[in-house]
């Protein structure tokens, strides 16, 4: 699913900026996503303070993933893709920080879907950005447009179960929690494995 599934550079799939790995903040964004995922799966009676304080700690932890990825490709202040992803991770941030002082089943499921879907949108935007300044693909172009068409579609579906309770949101984040996940594990080992072969060149 990944773009370095295709001919590029032989330092594309490995770095994106100096020697810096691009495969292991993918790979801690595909462990903080599953790891949400099967809690989900095997939580039965979270409750509304395990619903807030689970979601809170979820998005902190997307957030730091999120905020390594950019880092690690360097792309320029200006990219408007750069601009895009570090305001939904801001808004992640926000929204956990807020889910976690509310204590309620509501707000939360309002604040997650708007800041899923933000960071979605952010990511399909990123995503659908055809070239970079040097002409060249996109790092994570195919990543990014998928993993934002789960996340805005989870976003979107999240405040119709504002009112089933703790168990329902959980259900629908970590569904689409899950499936994220497994894509951006797929990615991670991906660039993981191109890169062992270009230093193998």
């Given at each position: ?7 590029q550079p032989?330092?594309?799939?490995t770095s ?9 903040p993918?790979?801690?964004?595909a ?25 809170a700690?979820?998005?902190l ?5 999120h ?5 690690t490709l ?53 995503g659908?950005?055809?070239?970079t ?19 805005l579609?989870t ?16 259900g ?25 072969k270009?230093?193998?060149?």
């Amino acid at each position: 699913m990944t773009e370095t599934a295709l001919p590029q550079p032989s330092n594309a799939s490995t770095s994106a900026s100096g020697s810096r790995p691009v495969w292991q903040p993918v790979l801690l964004r595909a462990l903080v996503t599953l790891a949400f995922g099967l809690t989900t799966v095997f939580w039965g009676n979270p409750g509304t303070v395990g619903l807030c304080v689970s979601v809170a700690l979820y998005f902190l932890a997307l957030a730091a993933s999120h905020y390594w990825v950019l880092r690690t490709l360097d792309l320029p202040r200006g990219d408007s893709r750069r601009m895009a992803i570090a305001g939904a991770v801001g808004l992640l941030s926000v929204s956990a920080v807020v889910a976690a002082v509310s204590l309620s089943a509501v707000v939360t499921a309002w604040l997650a879907g708007a800041a899923l879907a933000v960071m979605g949108a952010a990511e399909l935007f990123a995503g659908m950005r055809k070239r970079t300044a040097g002409g060249g693909r996109p790092p994570l172009r195919g990543d990014w447009i998928i993993s934002g068409a789960l996340g805005l579609g989870t976003g979107l579906l999240l405040p119709f179960f504002a009112a089933a309770g703790p168990h329902a949101i959980l259900g629908v984040m970590g569904g689409g929690a899950m499936m994220t996940g497994a894509l951006w594990t797929l990615s991670a080992l991906t660039l993981r494995h191109d890169g062992g072969k270009a230093k193998a060149a």
